[in-house]
């Protein structure tokens, strides 16, 4: 029979303890741990007081209040922590004491019962006051071991450890990636699903992830807030801004498997790896041509449009490829400079 635990068995757990007809000794090395929270103590007035708190939780609770050792009650603690019997109707969420999900309920509903007496904010949750409260007084509590680094909430320590770790806790069960954060793996499930919750506000476009409409939202507003260090060129995007770099280090990181050919776009990888396969998936709709890059088929268009944007500084000439131009400016231009 475990330490302390009195036979007589009441409808809730303040009842259990409160009322019991075998009082616990104290003398005993005896310690209480609430069903409902994380909470334990070694006195059973306060325990008691606490599981009334809790109130019509209590009735919900599948564990009923644990007794005995220090040892015993947090271990109990752990193993209850590790089941998950309280599941939200509203989302996925599951979780293993009632007044967490209580506390979550109020994410769906809006409520905000936790108001900061410095500034209007208020929150859901009492730990996101709290943390926020950190923002006024500047403390960081939570230090990194391995940099820098600190945080004001310990949750955010624990993501942040992760990039020193390469730590992906959360794996795809429909493909093999694996992500560092939750979030991010709820976001990449959209791309399994086909779902598309994230809508533009300035016209009919969706998008599955979060990070894709804020690239999208820029088209709209002109925002270029990537801005490179060696030129004037800003974008839009950051992948953007990576890839124009290599322009200025000449760095080329996509191989060719089966020539020694490299290139500073995958893009430019993928179209070349056409020639050796021989698809020409870039067709013509003017006429039955097809290409093997989509460059070659904007060239070969301009003979359809008769397009010339290539013009020679020289002299009137333009033409409908870059390469043209060249030609022309080292056969004719620079010719005609050197009989000068």
């Not at 943390?131 to 007084?137: A, D, F, K, R």
């Not at 800003?234 to 191989?255: D, M, V």
Request: aromatic fraction near 8%; include cysteine.
């Amino acid at each position: 029979q475990q330490a302390g635990k009195c036979e007589k068995r009441l409808g809730d757990g303040a009842t259990l303890l409160g009322e019991t007809s075998c009082p616990l000794k104290v003398t005993e090395d005896i310690w209480f741990g609430c069903c409902s929270c994380t909470y334990v103590t070694s006195d059973q007035r306060v325990i008691v007081s606490h599981l009334a708190a809790h109130g019509d939780e209590q009735s919900k609770c599948q564990h009923v209040p644990m007794s005995g050792s220090k040892s015993q009650v947090l271990g109990n603690t752990q193993k209850h922590k590790s089941e998950k019997p309280f599941k939200c109707k509203l989302c996925p969420q599951e979780f293993a004491y009632n007044s967490l999900l209580t506390r979550h309920n109020q994410t769906h509903a809006g409520e905000k019962p936790f108001k900061c007496m410095l500034c209007k904010k208020a929150f859901a949750q009492n730990s996101q006051l709290q943390s926020h409260n950190q923002t006024h007084t500047g403390e960081k509590p939570f230090k990194c071991k391995l940099c820098p680094k600190a945080f004001t909430q310990r949750k955010n320590l624990i993501y942040h450890n992760r990039t020193h770790t390469g730590e992906k806790p959360f794996k795809c069960k429909l493909c093999p990636k694996e992500f560092a954060y939750n979030y991010l793996l709820t976001y990449h499930n959209h791309l399994h699903t086909g779902k598309k919750p994230f809508k533009c506000m300035q016209c009919p476009k969706v998008f599955a992830l979060n990070s894709h409409l804020q690239s999208h939202n820029r088209k709209h507003t002109g925002e270029k807030p990537f801005k490179c260090k060696q030129c004037p060129q800003a974008f839009a995007q950051n992948s953007h801004l990576q890839t124009h770099n290599r322009k200025h280090t000449g760095e080329k990181p996509f191989k060719c498997k089966k020539c020694p050919q490299a290139f500073a776009r995958n893009t430019n990888l993928r179209s070349h790896n056409y020639l050796h396969t021989g698809e020409k998936p870039f067709k013509c709709k003017q006429c039955p041509l097809a290409f093997a890059e989509n460059s070659s088929l904007q060239s070969h268009n301009r003979k359809h449009t008769g397009e010339k944007p290539f013009k020679c500084t020289k002299c009137p000439q333009a033409f409908s490829r870059n390469t043209n131009l060249i030609r022309h400016y080292r056969k004719v231009c620079l010719r005609g400079n050197e009989g000068l």
